[in-house]
């Protein structure tokens, strides 16, 4: 009787919001225009853009949006660690305050709490990492108010934090749909030989699919490609980035 009964279940749902506590990690967010004598910086939701598009290529077996979220996830998990060497050592300073003395969590009597639509674990990954930059930053303001440091330290300490997340931005800036499958790569055709000149040629194992990130999602089967169609930059990923990353395809 079971079997003739029909579940119309639609899709699960659930509210996320960031909150963030400090100016500079808020500034990170959203990023800033070119202007004269700065360069633009990424904001996270073209980041986050970036990181749905990926997911998109990966599953239509592109082998080069598997290169680039494996460069990505490198990336954000390097930077996390960066960002727990700073986080310990605040934590070694915050030792030498007095045992009399007790010091609350530094926060925002006002902090700002945004929605977060990612489809992609990479964005997700993004996002944390800012928040533990945003938990840097208030402890180094909170050790610099507390004389535990002075400016020159906290203002180092927060620029080091803050590049760990621009230099990310500056590593998606440069993807580029390539409009290349594996069926490209086994047939070594204008396409993937285009796409090649374009980005580089990504590993072999990569190529091959033996290799890649543990967020890419599962493969969509494709039709085959023709030799006519070129690889080409897509014009949905967003142009404003980070200029100063120095993190580059090997």
Not at 116 to 143: E, H, W
Request: charged letters at 20%.
């Amino acid at each position: 009787m079971a079997d003739h009964f029909q579940l119309n279940l639609g899709s699960l749902r659930s509210t996320i919001t960031l909150t963030l506590h400090t100016h500079h990690a808020a500034r990170l967010w959203q990023g800033r225009l070119a202007r004269e004598g700065s360069h633009p910086i990424m904001s996270m939701a073209a980041y986050i853009n970036i990181t749905n598009i990926l997911k998109q290529a990966a599953a239509q077996d592109d082998p080069f949006a598997d290169w680039f979220m494996l460069m990505l996830e490198d990336k954000v998990l390097r930077a996390k660690a960066q960002m727990g060497q700073l986080m310990e050592q605040v934590s070694h300073l915050e030792k030498l305050l007095p045992s009399q003395i007790d010091v609350g969590d530094n926060l925002n009597i006002h902090p700002v709490t945004l929605p977060l639509f990612i489809a992609s674990q990479l964005g997700f990954l993004a996002v944390y990492l800012l928040t533990d930059y945003d938990t840097l930053v208030r402890r180094v303001l909170l050790a610099h108010h507390t004389a535990l440091i002075g400016r020159p330290d906290m203002e180092g300490w927060i620029d080091q934090g803050a590049h760990q997340v621009r230099s990310l931005f500056g590593i998606a800036h440069r993807y580029r749909v390539s409009g290349v499958t594996r069926s490209d790569v086994a047939a070594d055709n204008a396409r993937f030989q285009e796409a090649v000149d374009k980005f580089g040629r990504p590993p072999q194992d990569v190529l091959d699919g033996e290799r890649r990130s543990q967020f890419a999602p599962p493969i969509i089967a494709v039709a085959g490609s023709t030799e006519s169609a070129p690889a080409s930059a897509s014009d949905d990923v967003p142009a404003d980035h980070e200029t100063d990353a120095t993190d580059k395809p090997s």
